[in-house]
């Protein structure tokens, strides 16, 4: 059976239409959505909590940070010893001074891998002092959910959210939750 280009044009409309009923009746006797929206990094940003978890960390980084400056120069100074000195020392001597740069340099990737590794010093504190605050937010997030009846709630720095009314944003409820 062949069809002519008017007969498929018919049946695609056809189709369409039937198509479009079906969404229109879906959508009436679907219940109406409630959706809300938050700015997670605000809230973080704007929490008391997280910001002296923030502090505390920033503080211990400075620390390390420091550690390993005195440790660079370290290495640099006895660099710069074996330099000057390099006429005056026997071949023995310098061997064991290119050793103990060679430690100490091994020593100072040691601790910039035990500190700001993958899941060094730096990673594992930030999680111990965050993930409390994050649970927390999320704990307030959920009840706010359930409690004004919220069917979803995006967040709105994760970027799926293209358009939304400022309305549904909830994103000061949160954190007046929060700061209670």
Not at 119 to 141: F, H, S, W
């Amino acid at each position: 059976m062949h069809f002519g280009q008017r007969e498929v044009t018919m049946r695609m409309r056809l189709v369409s239409v039937f198509l479009v009923l079906a969404a229109l009746t879906a959508t009436a006797s679907a219940k109406e959505l409630k959706i809300a929206y938050i700015h997670s990094q605000k809230i973080l940003s704007d929490f008391q909590e997280y910001s002296e978890a923030q502090r505390t960390l920033d503080d211990e980084q400075k620390k390390w940070v420091d550690q390993a400056k005195k440790m660079e120069e370290e290495i640099t100074r006895l660099e710069g010893d074996l330099e000057s000195q390099n006429l005056l020392l026997s071949d023995e001597k310098k061997a064991e001074r290119q050793k103990l740069i060679q430690d100490k340099f091994m020593e100072y990737q040691r601790f910039q891998q035990e500190v700001w590794g993958e899941t060094g010093k730096l990673y594992q504190r930030n999680k111990e002092l965050t993930q409390p605050i994050v649970d927390k937010v999320n704990a307030v997030i959920t009840q706010l959910g359930k409690d004004g009846g919220y069917d979803f709630i995006f967040d709105a720095a994760v970027g799926n959210i293209v358009y939304a009314r400022d309305e549904f944003d909830i994103t000061q409820t949160v954190l007046d939750d929060l700061n209670k």
